[in-house]
């Protein structure tokens, strides 16, 4: 009998197979392992349709949980459009001291470099010691032993003795070339010995030398590296006292009824109220003296800027995501509504604000750009206003009315439908002349190769920046105008481009930094583009700008200048000047010691 041993791994299974010949042997265990296969191969088929299925309900479960997770956020969407003025009411009121700069130098001390090992001197290898010399031969050793015979006769005697004699001179002569040998390998170890020393001694001053070296240079490191976080916290700690200082006069000029710095703060006290980011942020206000009226341009939503759908839902049958819309009928009636609550709640925000009761009368006027269906062309028009005195106002529950019928308890005029867009002539209008334009003086003429304007004055550089921009946009007919200092709204000048494209209102901002500039300039830089309605915000410094600066202003009308891009626009109008940063800190420091 033949035999065949066959197994399948998969099945786990084994078999011997019995054949009279080979080929019937053989001819069994092939049908076997086709068996087998075949087994396997339904068994692999079930698992995979089984994991397919699992997978199917994973997917759709994953797809069904995106689908409650977007809803939840439409959900929420809609709910902070509805409770736009529940959501005012229960912020905490905005103070001068919002306005202060409170923040912590976070910076971390520089830690001293790790100092580098002293290394250990090594032991020297042991100091060969010298051997003992052999014995040199006594001659009682090699004494001749003479029998009776050998006194009977002297021939035998005496050969006796020479041979003795012999014995002792060849035994002295191997003592002599053993302790000769043993004093040369001695001296030979010795020396290499003292070599060895020597080279230890080398090697251990050549790696101390080293050590210290690189010592002497960690603390040169870590004494420069002092030395600017210490001009970093002395510099953040005098823009703080600034901003503060600044802060505080104008807060006492607000409190004698100075015109800008009310209006200057009532502008932080919108720019600081949230709004959904759809929402445009802007306004536009004016403060009289006298009769203590703040007028108020407010650019107000239009419906694009509402949630077009409020459901999002998972068809398993279709693997397919589905939006439930808004309503039309919806969307109308919460687009009024909130445009209402925003009127409302900007009442409320200024004059809760408003510690020293300097507002009398506020009147507002709610603007709105949009596209004339009629026409296609862009249109920007006031479409309610309304004005209320301060007694009335803090009279009214805000927390309990209706706030379309509050709107008209104020007398505020309005179309009936505020979807419809219609325009109205506002109660109130602000003169737009903007008094915080100073007049400018030259300085690009007397720049030179030696004028380092990060250690230009602050005045000088905010006039060079204009003067440089009103060169730029004067080949388009455009103009620049520079603002007056600390009450500038973070505006240092303005440009007025008219080309139709890419022209418009330009704010510009100047930072004579000699550090790298944080993505927080830039963020204010943004919050005034919104609140100045400017088409764009450029700001220039003589420093650099971190990676997070140019994150966020990435696809936003922002642009950013650097010091080197600074010099190249001058060179670009013949100016020639130099920023050395370096140079500018010291000067700083000399300053302030």
């Known amino acids: 009998m033949w035999e065949v041993r066959v197994k399948h791994d998969g099945l786990k299974a084994y078999r011997v197979v019995r054949g009279v010949t080979q080929q019937e042997a053989e001819l069994k265990a092939r049908l076997q392992v086709e068996s087998w296969n075949e087994r396997w191969a339904i068994r692999l088929a079930a698992q995979k349709a089984k994991q397919e299925k699992l997978q199917v309900s994973w997917d759709i479960e994953a ?51 790790v100092a580098p090992i002293k290394p250990v001197k090594p032991n020297h290898p042991a100091e060969p010691k010298k051997s003992d010399l052999p014995k040199e031969p006594h001659p009682g050793e090699y004494a001749p032993q003479l029998s009776v015979l050998d006194h009977i006769f002297s021939s035998r005697r005496i050969r006796k003795m020479n041979q003795a004699e012999t014995k002792l001179e060849e035994a002295r002569a191997i003592w002599r070339a053993k302790a000769s040998q043993q004093e040369r ?50 510099e953040h700690r005098a823009n703080q006292k600034n901003i503060n200082a600044q802060v505080k006069a104008l807060r006492e000029e607000y409190k004698a009824v100075d015109t800008s710095a009310a209006e200057y703060f009532f502008a932080e006290v919108l720019n600081h109220s949230t709004y959904p980011e759809s929402f445009p942020k802007g306004s536009t206000l004016s403060f009289n003296q006298s009769s203590g009226v703040l007028i108020v341009d407010f650019e107000l939503p239009n419906q694009s800027a509402f949630p077009a759908i409020k459901e999002v839902k998972y068809v398993a049958t279709r693997k397919q995501f589905h939006e439930v819309p808004i309503s039309d009928s919806w969307l109308k009636k919460t687009y009024d509504e909130v445009l209402y609550q925003i009127t409302l709640r900007t009442f409320h925000e200024l004059y809760i604000a408003d510690e020293s009761e300097v507002l009398k009368s506020i009147v507002f006027n ?81 720049l030179d190769d030696r004028t380092n304007l990060a250690a230009m004055d602050w005045l000088d550089f905010e006039n060079l920046i204009r003067e440089l921009f009103e060169e730029e946009f004067s080949k388009n007919g455009g103009e620049v105008k520079i603002t007056q200092a600390s009450r500038d709204g973070g505006v240092d000048a303005i440009a007025f481009d008219p080309d139709p494209i890419r022209g418009g209102k330009i704010v510009i901002q100047a930072k004579r930094y000699t550090n790298v500039v944080g993505v927080a300039a830039v963020r204010d830089l943004y919050g005034t583009v919104h609140n100045e309605g400017a088409n764009k915000g450029i700001l220039v410094t003589t420093a650099t700008y971190g990676p997070d600066a140019y994150e966020f202003a990435k696809d936003k009308p922002l642009t950013l200048l650097s010091g080197g891009e600074l010099l190249s626009l001058l060179a670009t109008h013949g100016h020639r000047a130099k920023i050395d940063l370096q140079e500018a800190k010291a000067l700083y420091l000399s300053q302030h010691n």
């Open 63 to 113: 797809n069904k949980r995106t689908a409650r997770n977007r809803t939840a956020e439409l959900e929420g969407q809609l709910n902070a459009l509805e409770t736009i003025l529940t959501a005012g009411l229960q912020q905490d009121p905005f103070r001068w001291s919002n306005l202060t700069n409170t923040t912590v130098f976070t910076q971390l001390r520089p830690s001293p470099l």
């Open 185 to 234: 390998e001695f001296e030979e170890a010795r020396a290499k010995w003292i070599a060895e020393c020597a080279a230890i001694e080398d090697s251990h001053h050549r790696l101390v030398a080293s050590c210290e070296e690189s010592h002497r240079a960690n603390l040169l490191v870590y004494a420069a590296r002092i030395t600017e976080w210490e001009h970093a916290k002395e």
């Open 366 to 446: 709610g603007w709105v750009q949009s596209i004339d269906k009629a026409t296609g062309i862009e249109t920007h028009g006031c479409i309610l206003s309304v004005q209320a005195e301060r007694e009335e106002f803090l009279q009214i529950n805000l927390s309990q009315v209706e706030p379309r019928a509050c709107f008209r308890k104020l007398k505020g005029v309005a179309s009936s439908k505020l979807t419809e867009l219609t325009p109205i002539r506002p109660i109130l209008t602000i003169n737009k002349e903007d008094h915080r334009f100073v007049e400018g003086y030259a300085v690009a003429d007397t």
